[in-house]
């Protein structure tokens, strides 16, 4: 896919990925073999129709190809651009053997794009109208998800989320360069369509209680509240001035917006050296955003590079930007300078041993091989955890041992009108995983209030 060049990159947070031509796209569905079983499908959580949308882009019916897809996923535009489509569809693509599976994401993605450049929007027929009032928490992927699906079968929706805009980490945690908020805005409009209420700067468990909101007539609740607590290294100098974690310095980003300071006036304080600490995709899009804020970006990872398990698209994009990396590497202690600002971080080197149960050799600290990297800044961006308030909104509920919600195969939690899905319950993983699960909790939802 065609890309804005290096230099501009830099100088911008504008997308990176320029999209398919109509064209382009065209010329890439004709690719398709069009298999009589097709395993792309199997590769799909959400089972999307891809033999047939694909074929419907080869035959230029484009709005032919988005009503397919949208048929299954509420959220094309999203996922187009953030699905890990070369580990789950396109991997299967029968085309791997003899060279490159054809693009579905980017194509996923073009005529998403190409549905909203055209100003299309779905009128929906529903089937009945239900009376029963449903409460969404958080409008994350999973909320809007359930939101979407449980308004499609008539129910009354309304979206509940604490922050000042929704979108949940679609929002505050991918940068604009990745999934430009103009996007997001547009699909969030498109689920609204339906007649569901988002009410923002409401927090459930302090604004109103659930059980005050179940007096308001909410037969059923839904938690998509997402992994949004951060996980430290558990190191000396973890508490200095510009230590970050990687939610916080995307919030402030993304969502506070302070790469546009004095125009925002939330500014973000970074030095000329920042270490970025890990390797997924999280830890890309600090490194990518650092950049864009003129330091210059290391990426300190305890494995090595094959290793690394941010998309490959990712990390093409940063290497060619001008991110540099430090592997085998762990941090052993951030020191600072007179004024407790960050100075530098201590390092270990490490070697790779026997594999663990991801596939990946494990990283072990070598003694005495300690080493410094002089930094002005540190983010840390090792993945998150469970939201430590769930028990403010909901008391009564259980908890697994890492504080993620307990639901059983039904996405119902202990509490019976209570149901959950996306990271609050499986813990940090994809959009197309929390799509999945919501969709899952729809069907279970729905006849536990046709058995109310």
Same mark, same amino acid.
């Given at each position: 896919?065609?890309?804005?060049?290096?230099?501009?990159?830099?100088?911008?947070?504008?997308?990176?990925?320029?999209?398919?031509?109509?064209?382009?796209?065209?010329?890439?569905?004709?690719?398709? $073999?069009?298999?009589?079983?097709?395993?792309?499908?199997?590769?799909?959580?959400?089972?999307?129709?891809?033999?047939?949308?694909?074929?419907? @882009?080869?035959?230029?019916?484009?709005?032919?190809?988005?009503?397919?897809?949208?048929?299954?996923?509420?959220?094309?535009?999203?996922?187009?651009?953030?699905?890990?489509?070369?580990? $789950?569809?396109?991997?299967?693509?029968?085309?791997?053997?003899?060279?490159?599976?054809?693009?579905? *994401?980017?194509?996923?993605?073009?005529?998403?794009?190409?549905?909203?450049?055209?100003?299309?929007?779905?009128?929906?027929?529903?089937?009945?109208?239900?009376?029963?009032?449903?409460?969404?928490?958080?409008? #994350?992927?999973?909320?809007?998800?359930?939101?979407?699906?449980?308004?499609?079968?008539?129910? &009354?929706?309304?979206?509940?989320?604490?922050?000042?805009?929704?979108?949940?980490?679609?929002? +505050? *945690?991918?940068?604009?360069?990745?999934?430009?908020?103009?996007?997001?805005?547009?699909?969030?409009?498109?689920?609204?369509? /339906?007649?569901?209420? %988002?009410?923002?700067?409401?927090?459930?468990?302090?604004?109103?209680?659930?059980?005050?909101?179940?007096?308001?007539?909410? &037969? $059923?609740?839904? $938690?998509?509240?997402?992994? #949004?607590?951060?996980?430290?290294?558990?190191?000396?100098?973890? !508490?200095?001035?510009?230590? +970050?974690?990687? !939610?916080?310095?995307?919030?402030?980003?993304?969502?506070?917006?302070?790469?546009?300071?004095?125009? +925002?006036?939330?500014?973000?304080? @970074?030095?000329?050296?920042? *270490?970025?600490?890990?390797?997924?995709?999280?830890?890309?899009?600090?490194?990518?955003?650092?950049?864009?804020?003129?330091?210059? %970006?290391?990426?300190?990872?305890?494995?090595?590079?094959?290793?690394?398990?941010?998309?490959?698209?990712?990390?093409?994009?940063?290497?060619?930007? #001008?991110?540099?990396?430090?592997?085998?590497?762990?941090?052993?202690?951030?020191?600072?300078?007179?004024?407790?600002?960050?100075?530098?971080?201590?390092?270990?080197?490490?070697?790779?041993?026997?594999?663990?149960?991801?596939?990946?050799?494990?990283?072990?600290? %070598?003694? #005495?091989?300690?080493?410094?990297?002089?930094?002005?800044?540190?983010?840390?961006?090792?993945?998150?955890?469970?939201?430590?308030?769930?028990?403010?909104?909901?008391?009564?509920?259980? /908890?697994?041992?890492?504080?993620?919600?307990?639901?059983?195969?039904?996405?119902?939690?202990? %509490?019976?009108?209570?149901?959950?899905?996306?990271?609050?319950?499986?813990?940090?993983?994809?959009?197309?995983?929390?799509?999945?699960?919501?969709?899952?909790?729809?069907?279970?939802?729905?006849?536990?209030?046709?058995?109310?």
């Amino acid at each position: 896919m065609r890309k804005i060049s290096k230099a501009e990159r830099l100088n911008t947070f504008k997308e990176v990925s320029l999209g398919f031509s109509q064209d382009e796209a065209v010329e890439e569905a004709k690719r398709c $073999l069009q298999c009589r079983d097709p395993s792309c499908i199997r590769g799909c959580p959400l089972e999307i129709d891809i033999k047939g949308f694909v074929g419907s @882009i080869a035959r230029r019916k484009f709005k032919e190809a988005i009503e397919k897809i949208r048929e299954k996923n509420p959220l094309p535009a999203i996922c187009g651009r953030v699905c890990p489509q070369e580990n $789950l569809c396109q991997e299967r693509c029968v085309l791997n053997k003899k060279g490159e599976p054809i693009k579905i *994401g980017y194509l996923e993605r073009f005529v998403a794009d190409w549905e909203r450049e055209n100003n299309l929007r779905k009128n929906f027929n529903f089937i009945e109208k239900r009376e029963e009032k449903i409460a969404v928490i958080g409008s #994350g992927p999973a909320g809007l998800s359930f939101s979407f699906e449980m308004a499609k079968k008539g129910f &009354k929706v309304t979206l509940f989320e604490a922050l000042h805009k929704a979108g949940g980490v679609l929002r +505050y *945690g991918i940068p604009e360069f990745r999934l430009p908020k103009d996007v997001l805005d547009k699909e969030i409009e498109y689920i609204k369509n /339906l007649g569901i209420e %988002v009410i923002t700067d409401f927090f459930v468990g302090k604004t109103k209680t659930i059980e005050e909101l179940k007096k308001e007539g909410f &037969k $059923l609740f839904f $938690l998509g509240l997402g992994a #949004g607590s951060p996980k430290f290294l558990g190191i000396e100098g973890e !508490n200095l001035n510009q230590v +970050y974690s990687a !939610n916080e310095f995307l919030v402030r980003v993304n969502l506070m917006k302070s790469y546009l300071f004095p125009q +925002y006036h939330t500014p973000v304080k @970074i030095g000329r050296k920042v *270490g970025v600490i890990g390797a997924g995709n999280v830890a890309f899009d600090c490194a990518r955003v650092a950049l864009r804020l003129k330091s210059k %970006v290391f990426i300190i990872y305890r494995r090595g590079e094959l290793e690394m398990p941010a998309r490959k698209e990712e990390i093409e994009n940063a290497k060619e930007e #001008g991110v540099e990396f430090i592997f085998l590497a762990t941090p052993k202690k951030i020191i600072s300078d007179r004024e407790g600002n960050v100075k530098g971080m201590v390092c270990l080197r490490n070697e790779l041993k026997e594999e663990d149960e991801t596939g990946r050799r494990v990283p072990f600290p %070598v003694e #005495g091989s300690d080493f410094l990297v002089d930094l002005d800044t540190v983010i840390i961006a090792i993945g998150t955890q469970a939201n430590p308030l769930i028990k403010e909104i909901i008391p009564d509920i259980d /908890l697994t041992d890492k504080g993620f919600v307990k639901v059983n195969e039904y996405f119902q939690t202990s %509490v019976s009108y209570i149901f959950a899905g996306g990271d609050i319950v499986s813990g940090n993983a994809t959009v197309i995983n929390a799509i999945y699960q919501a969709k899952k909790a729809v069907f279970f939802a729905q006849r536990f209030l046709n058995n109310v």
